[in-house]
Protein backbone atom coordinates (compact mmCIF):
# COMPACT_ATOMS: atom_id res chain seq x y z
CA UNK A 1 0.00 0.00 0.00
CA UNK A 2 1.50 3.21 -1.35
CA UNK A 3 0.90 5.85 1.26
CA UNK A 4 4.18 7.37 1.95
CA UNK A 5 4.21 10.23 -1.05
CA UNK A 6 0.01 11.42 0.00
CA UNK A 7 0.08 14.98 0.62
CA UNK A 8 -0.86 16.49 3.60
CA UNK A 9 -3.94 18.45 4.20
CA UNK A 10 -1.75 21.40 4.35
CA UNK A 11 -1.05 20.97 0.85
CA UNK A 12 -2.93 22.79 -1.76
CA UNK A 13 -4.51 21.45 -4.54
CA UNK A 14 -2.54 18.55 -7.18
CA UNK A 15 -0.20 20.55 -9.59
CA UNK A 16 -0.75 18.40 -13.33
CA UNK A 17 2.88 18.03 -14.06
CA UNK A 18 4.35 16.63 -17.94
CA UNK A 19 3.73 13.36 -18.63
CA UNK A 20 0.92 12.55 -15.83
CA UNK A 21 -1.91 11.09 -17.13
CA UNK A 22 -4.92 13.07 -16.15
CA UNK A 23 -8.89 13.36 -17.24
CA UNK A 24 -9.81 10.46 -19.06
CA UNK A 25 -6.74 9.12 -19.85
CA UNK A 26 -5.98 8.39 -16.11
CA UNK A 27 -9.44 6.60 -15.74
CA UNK A 28 -8.50 4.52 -18.58
CA UNK A 29 -5.38 3.54 -16.31
CA UNK A 30 -8.15 1.98 -13.65
CA UNK A 31 -10.24 0.14 -16.01
CA UNK A 32 -8.15 -2.94 -16.13
CA UNK A 33 -8.98 -3.17 -12.10
CA UNK A 34 -12.56 -2.98 -12.28
CA UNK A 35 -12.18 -6.85 -12.79
CA UNK A 36 -13.88 -9.05 -10.08
CA UNK A 37 -13.35 -12.19 -9.04
CA UNK A 38 -16.34 -13.45 -7.76
CA UNK A 39 -15.38 -15.76 -5.72
CA UNK A 40 -13.28 -12.97 -3.75
CA UNK A 41 -16.31 -11.00 -3.50
CA UNK A 42 -18.30 -13.79 -1.98
CA UNK A 43 -15.70 -14.59 0.33
CA UNK A 44 -15.80 -11.16 1.41
CA UNK A 45 -19.08 -10.49 1.56
CA UNK A 46 -19.89 -13.74 2.87
CA UNK A 47 -17.29 -13.80 5.82
CA UNK A 48 -18.57 -10.07 7.11
CA UNK A 49 -21.94 -10.68 6.51
CA UNK A 50 -21.84 -13.96 9.19
CA UNK A 51 -19.35 -12.00 11.60
CA UNK A 52 -21.63 -8.81 11.88
CA UNK A 53 -24.61 -11.63 12.19
CA UNK A 54 -22.64 -13.45 14.59
CA UNK A 55 -21.54 -10.07 16.35
CA UNK A 56 -25.39 -8.86 16.97
CA UNK A 57 -26.74 -12.67 18.24
CA UNK A 58 -24.21 -12.26 20.87
CA UNK A 59 -24.91 -8.65 21.82
CA UNK A 60 -28.64 -10.20 22.26
CA UNK A 61 -27.85 -14.02 23.88
CA UNK A 62 -24.55 -12.52 26.71
CA UNK A 63 -25.96 -11.98 29.60
CA UNK A 64 -23.29 -9.68 31.27
CA UNK A 65 -23.86 -6.12 30.06
CA UNK A 66 -20.18 -5.24 29.39
CA UNK A 67 -19.94 -8.12 27.22
CA UNK A 68 -23.16 -7.53 25.66
CA UNK A 69 -22.16 -3.56 25.11
CA UNK A 70 -18.43 -4.88 23.31
CA UNK A 71 -20.57 -7.37 20.90
CA UNK A 72 -23.02 -4.44 19.75
CA UNK A 73 -19.68 -2.08 19.26
CA UNK A 74 -18.56 -4.44 17.52
CA UNK A 75 -21.79 -5.43 15.38
CA UNK A 76 -22.00 -1.85 14.95
CA UNK A 77 -18.20 -1.67 13.02
CA UNK A 78 -19.39 -4.88 10.90
CA UNK A 79 -22.82 -3.24 9.71
CA UNK A 80 -20.20 -0.44 8.33
CA UNK A 81 -18.05 -2.65 6.35
CA UNK A 82 -21.54 -4.33 5.26
CA UNK A 83 -22.48 -1.60 3.86
CA UNK A 84 -19.81 -1.18 1.84
CA UNK A 85 -20.01 -4.45 -0.01
CA UNK A 86 -23.93 -2.94 -0.38
CA UNK A 87 -22.98 0.45 -1.57
CA UNK A 88 -20.25 -1.78 -4.01
CA UNK A 89 -23.35 -3.87 -5.12
CA UNK A 90 -25.07 -1.40 -5.73
CA UNK A 91 -21.92 0.61 -8.00
CA UNK A 92 -22.09 -2.43 -10.31
CA UNK A 93 -18.14 -3.19 -8.81
CA UNK A 94 -19.22 -6.76 -7.19
CA UNK A 95 -21.80 -9.77 -7.93
CA UNK A 96 -23.95 -7.72 -9.91
CA UNK A 97 -25.47 -10.79 -12.14
CA UNK A 98 -26.29 -12.62 -8.97
CA UNK A 99 -29.69 -13.05 -7.67
CA UNK A 100 -28.92 -14.13 -4.58
CA UNK A 101 -26.52 -11.07 -4.10
CA UNK A 102 -29.59 -9.61 -5.42
CA UNK A 103 -32.02 -10.80 -2.12
CA UNK A 104 -29.12 -10.60 0.09
CA UNK A 105 -28.50 -7.03 -0.28
CA UNK A 106 -32.13 -5.86 -0.59
CA UNK A 107 -32.51 -7.28 2.45
CA UNK A 108 -29.42 -5.48 3.92
CA UNK A 109 -30.71 -2.15 2.62
CA UNK A 110 -34.13 -2.83 4.68
CA UNK A 111 -32.66 -3.52 8.03
CA UNK A 112 -30.70 -0.53 7.59
CA UNK A 113 -32.61 1.75 6.54
CA UNK A 114 -31.32 2.31 2.96
CA UNK A 115 -34.11 1.02 0.47
CA UNK A 116 -32.23 1.01 -3.02
CA UNK A 117 -33.92 3.19 -4.80
CA UNK A 118 -34.31 6.35 -3.03
CA UNK A 119 -30.02 5.64 -2.52
CA UNK A 120 -28.88 5.08 -5.24
CA UNK A 121 -31.26 8.30 -6.73
CA UNK A 122 -29.58 10.46 -4.05
CA UNK A 123 -26.11 8.57 -4.15
CA UNK A 124 -25.85 8.74 -7.71
CA UNK A 125 -26.60 12.54 -7.68
CA UNK A 126 -23.88 13.15 -5.24
CA UNK A 127 -21.10 11.42 -8.21
CA UNK A 128 -22.50 13.57 -10.75
CA UNK A 129 -22.54 16.88 -8.75
CA UNK A 130 -19.38 16.52 -5.89
CA UNK A 131 -17.08 19.51 -5.97
CA UNK A 132 -19.85 22.26 -7.21
CA UNK A 133 -21.48 24.94 -5.09
CA UNK A 134 -24.81 23.21 -3.95
CA UNK A 135 -27.58 24.86 -1.30
CA UNK A 136 -29.51 21.60 -1.71
CA UNK A 137 -28.81 18.14 0.27
CA UNK A 138 -29.69 15.50 -2.83
CA UNK A 139 -27.21 12.79 -1.96
CA UNK A 140 -24.69 15.10 -0.11
CA UNK A 141 -24.04 18.07 2.57
CA UNK A 142 -24.62 21.12 0.96
CA UNK A 143 -22.08 23.29 0.23
CA UNK A 144 -22.35 27.23 -0.41
CA UNK A 145 -20.29 30.28 -1.10
CA UNK A 146 -19.62 32.93 1.11
CA UNK A 147 -21.19 35.21 -0.86
CA UNK A 148 -23.85 32.56 -0.83
CA UNK A 149 -23.71 33.24 2.92
CA UNK A 150 -23.90 36.82 3.01
CA UNK A 151 -26.77 37.12 1.13
CA UNK A 152 -28.85 34.37 2.79
CA UNK A 153 -31.46 35.12 5.15
CA UNK A 154 -31.23 34.21 9.43
CA UNK A 155 -33.44 31.13 8.21
CA UNK A 156 -31.68 30.24 5.80
CA UNK A 157 -28.15 30.35 7.27
CA UNK A 158 -30.08 28.51 9.97
CA UNK A 159 -31.16 25.76 7.87
CA UNK A 160 -27.84 25.35 6.68
CA UNK A 161 -25.77 24.98 9.50
CA UNK A 162 -28.46 22.56 11.16
CA UNK A 163 -27.76 20.56 8.11
CA UNK A 164 -23.94 20.39 8.42
CA UNK A 165 -24.15 20.24 12.47
CA UNK A 166 -21.98 17.36 14.10
CA UNK A 167 -25.40 16.60 16.30
CA UNK A 168 -26.83 15.63 12.72
CA UNK A 169 -23.97 13.09 11.50
CA UNK A 170 -23.88 11.97 15.78
CA UNK A 171 -27.83 11.02 15.20
CA UNK A 172 -28.40 10.38 11.49
CA UNK A 173 -29.50 7.21 12.26
CA UNK A 174 -32.98 8.55 13.08
CA UNK A 175 -32.04 11.75 10.71
CA UNK A 176 -30.44 10.74 7.99
CA UNK A 177 -31.49 6.85 7.34
CA UNK A 178 -34.93 6.80 8.68
CA UNK A 179 -36.20 10.58 7.63
CA UNK A 180 -34.28 11.33 4.96
CA UNK A 181 -33.29 8.13 3.23
CA UNK A 182 -36.16 6.16 3.81
CA UNK A 183 -39.39 8.27 4.90
CA UNK A 184 -39.46 11.52 2.70
CA UNK A 185 -38.93 9.85 -0.63
CA UNK A 186 -41.80 7.56 0.48
CA UNK A 187 -43.84 10.28 1.59
CA UNK A 188 -42.99 12.08 -2.13
CA UNK A 189 -43.94 9.77 -4.17
CA UNK A 190 -45.39 6.13 -2.69
CA UNK A 191 -45.48 4.61 -5.79
CA UNK A 192 -41.85 4.75 -6.57
CA UNK A 193 -40.87 4.23 -3.26
CA UNK A 194 -42.32 0.71 -2.25
CA UNK A 195 -39.08 -0.56 -0.96
CA UNK A 196 -39.00 2.55 1.45
CA UNK A 197 -42.06 1.25 2.69
CA UNK A 198 -40.88 -2.49 2.77
CA UNK A 199 -37.59 -0.89 4.54
CA UNK A 200 -39.93 0.79 7.23
CA UNK A 201 -41.99 -2.32 7.67
CA UNK A 202 -38.81 -4.70 8.08
CA UNK A 203 -36.77 -2.65 10.31
CA UNK A 204 -39.12 -1.14 12.91
CA UNK A 205 -40.93 -4.47 12.60
CA UNK A 206 -37.63 -6.64 13.92
CA UNK A 207 -37.72 -4.02 16.48
CA UNK A 208 -40.91 -4.85 17.87
CA UNK A 209 -40.40 -8.48 17.88
CA UNK A 210 -37.23 -7.93 19.97
CA UNK A 211 -39.29 -6.48 22.02
CA UNK A 212 -41.85 -8.61 22.52
CA UNK A 213 -39.26 -11.21 22.92
CA UNK A 214 -36.60 -9.53 25.60
CA UNK A 215 -37.51 -5.96 26.06
CA UNK A 216 -35.99 -3.21 25.44
CA UNK A 217 -32.43 -4.82 26.82
CA UNK A 218 -32.27 -6.73 23.63
CA UNK A 219 -33.38 -3.77 21.48
CA UNK A 220 -30.95 -1.87 22.49
CA UNK A 221 -27.97 -3.80 21.99
CA UNK A 222 -28.71 -5.44 18.88
CA UNK A 223 -30.21 -2.62 16.66
CA UNK A 224 -30.48 0.63 18.51
CA UNK A 225 -26.84 1.39 19.70
CA UNK A 226 -25.32 -0.89 16.73
CA UNK A 227 -27.02 1.05 14.17
CA UNK A 228 -26.55 4.64 15.80
CA UNK A 229 -22.75 4.09 16.02
CA UNK A 230 -23.04 2.48 12.15
CA UNK A 231 -25.24 5.12 11.35
CA UNK A 232 -22.76 7.98 12.88
CA UNK A 233 -19.56 6.49 11.79
CA UNK A 234 -20.93 5.87 7.82
CA UNK A 235 -22.42 9.69 7.71
CA UNK A 236 -19.32 10.95 9.08
CA UNK A 237 -16.92 9.38 6.68
CA UNK A 238 -19.48 10.66 3.52
CA UNK A 239 -18.93 14.20 5.49
CA UNK A 240 -15.35 14.05 5.88
CA UNK A 241 -14.38 12.96 2.58
CA UNK A 242 -15.95 15.51 0.71
CA UNK A 243 -16.20 18.94 3.29
CA UNK A 244 -12.54 19.00 4.51
CA UNK A 245 -10.11 22.34 4.47
CA UNK A 246 -7.81 21.92 1.12
CA UNK A 247 -10.54 20.65 -0.67
CA UNK A 248 -11.59 22.53 -4.28
CA UNK A 249 -14.77 23.63 -5.46
CA UNK A 250 -14.69 24.87 -9.18
CA UNK A 251 -17.54 26.39 -11.46
CA UNK A 252 -19.84 24.93 -13.67
CA UNK A 253 -18.28 26.21 -16.43
CA UNK A 254 -14.75 24.43 -15.09
CA UNK A 255 -16.11 20.97 -13.29
CA UNK A 256 -15.50 17.49 -14.71
CA UNK A 257 -15.76 14.05 -13.43
CA UNK A 258 -12.39 13.69 -12.97
CA UNK A 259 -11.01 17.02 -11.69
CA UNK A 260 -14.43 15.88 -8.83
CA UNK A 261 -12.67 13.13 -8.05
CA UNK A 262 -8.39 13.95 -7.57
CA UNK A 263 -9.74 17.04 -6.17
CA UNK A 264 -12.93 17.30 -3.88
CA UNK A 265 -12.21 13.74 -2.78
CA UNK A 266 -10.22 13.34 0.05
CA UNK A 267 -8.26 10.21 1.04
CA UNK A 268 -9.15 9.05 4.57
CA UNK A 269 -5.76 7.53 6.42
CA UNK A 270 -6.61 5.25 8.85
CA UNK A 271 -5.04 2.20 10.31
CA UNK A 272 -5.24 -0.89 8.81
CA UNK A 273 -8.34 -2.09 11.55
CA UNK A 274 -10.13 0.64 10.56
CA UNK A 275 -9.80 0.33 6.69
CA UNK A 276 -10.97 -3.11 6.93
CA UNK A 277 -14.07 -1.93 9.09
CA UNK A 278 -14.47 0.65 6.48
CA UNK A 279 -14.13 -1.61 3.54
CA UNK A 280 -11.64 1.14 1.91
CA UNK A 281 -13.69 3.49 1.47
CA UNK A 282 -10.91 5.86 2.36
CA UNK A 283 -9.63 5.94 -1.19
CA UNK A 284 -12.28 8.01 -1.49
CA UNK A 285 -10.58 9.72 -4.54
CA UNK A 286 -9.87 6.81 -6.62
CA UNK A 287 -13.48 5.41 -6.01
CA UNK A 288 -15.40 8.61 -7.57
CA UNK A 289 -12.34 8.59 -10.30
CA UNK A 290 -13.98 4.81 -10.91
CA UNK A 291 -16.98 3.46 -9.18
CA UNK A 292 -16.84 0.18 -10.80
CA UNK A 293 -13.32 -0.75 -9.00
CA UNK A 294 -14.37 -3.31 -6.26
CA UNK A 295 -13.65 -2.14 -2.60
CA UNK A 296 -10.72 -4.73 -2.12
CA UNK A 297 -9.09 -3.49 -5.17
CA UNK A 298 -9.09 0.50 -4.41
CA UNK A 299 -5.50 -0.21 -2.45
CA UNK A 300 -3.72 -1.93 -5.25
CA UNK A 301 -4.76 0.74 -7.58
CA UNK A 302 -3.29 3.05 -5.30
CA UNK A 303 -0.48 1.42 -5.69
CA UNK A 304 -0.17 0.55 -8.89
CA UNK A 305 -0.64 4.18 -10.55
CA UNK A 306 1.49 7.16 -9.36
CA UNK A 307 -0.75 9.59 -10.28
CA UNK A 308 -3.04 8.78 -7.43
CA UNK A 309 -0.58 8.38 -5.00
CA UNK A 310 -0.40 11.79 -4.19
CA UNK A 311 -4.07 12.95 -2.84
CA UNK A 312 -5.33 15.28 -0.19
CA UNK A 313 -5.19 13.39 2.76
CA UNK A 314 -7.41 13.59 5.92
CA UNK A 315 -7.59 11.25 9.18
CA UNK A 316 -9.75 10.71 12.29
CA UNK A 317 -7.70 12.38 14.61
CA UNK A 318 -9.65 15.12 16.45
CA UNK A 319 -8.07 17.89 15.21
CA UNK A 320 -8.77 17.08 11.13
CA UNK A 321 -12.35 16.02 12.31
CA UNK A 322 -12.80 19.37 14.03
CA UNK A 323 -11.17 20.46 11.09
CA UNK A 324 -13.67 19.00 8.82
CA UNK A 325 -16.67 20.63 10.77
CA UNK A 326 -14.93 23.87 10.46
CA UNK A 327 -14.44 23.87 6.68
CA UNK A 328 -18.15 24.96 6.46
CA UNK A 329 -17.75 27.54 3.40
CA UNK A 330 -16.14 27.82 0.11
CA UNK A 331 -14.59 31.43 0.01
CA UNK A 332 -14.23 33.18 -3.80
CA UNK A 333 -11.67 34.91 -3.40
CA UNK A 334 -8.98 32.88 -1.03
CA UNK A 335 -10.03 29.75 -3.22
CA UNK A 336 -10.58 27.29 0.09
CA UNK A 337 -13.22 26.18 2.13
CA UNK A 338 -13.32 28.66 5.34
CA UNK A 339 -15.81 28.69 9.13
CA UNK A 340 -18.31 30.94 9.73
CA UNK A 341 -16.05 32.88 12.02
CA UNK A 342 -13.69 33.31 9.02
CA UNK A 343 -16.50 34.24 6.61
CA UNK A 344 -17.80 37.04 9.16
CA UNK A 345 -14.09 38.44 9.88
CA UNK A 346 -13.63 38.70 5.89
CA UNK A 347 -17.30 40.73 5.77
CA UNK A 348 -16.44 43.01 8.45
CA UNK A 349 -12.72 43.61 6.76
CA UNK A 350 -13.77 44.24 3.70
CA UNK A 351 -16.60 47.12 4.97
CA UNK A 352 -13.99 48.94 6.83
Known amino acids: MVMGNARSDDAGPPEHS???RVGKELLDATRPYTEESPAISWWYVSSTFVLMLTALAAAGIVSAWPLRLVFSVLGALLIVRSFITFHDYLHGAILRRSRIAFWLFH??????????????????????????????????????????????TRWQRLAYRVQRHPVVVLLSYPIVF?????????????????????????HFGLIALLWVLGGF?????????????????????????????????????????YRAAIESSSFLRMNRIMQWFTGNIGYHHIHHLNVRIPFYRLPEVMAAIPELQ???????????????????LWDEEKQRMVSYREASTSKEDAAR
Open 107 to 152: AFGAFVLTPPRSWLESHNYHHGHVGQISSISAGAFPIISTQMWHTS
Open 18 to 20: AGL
Open 178 to 202: AINITLIPLLRSPANHLDSLIALVV
Open 310 to 328: TPIVTTLSPRDIADCFRSA
Open 217 to 257: NLVFFVILLPMTIASAIGCYLFFAQHSFRRMQIVSPEAWNY
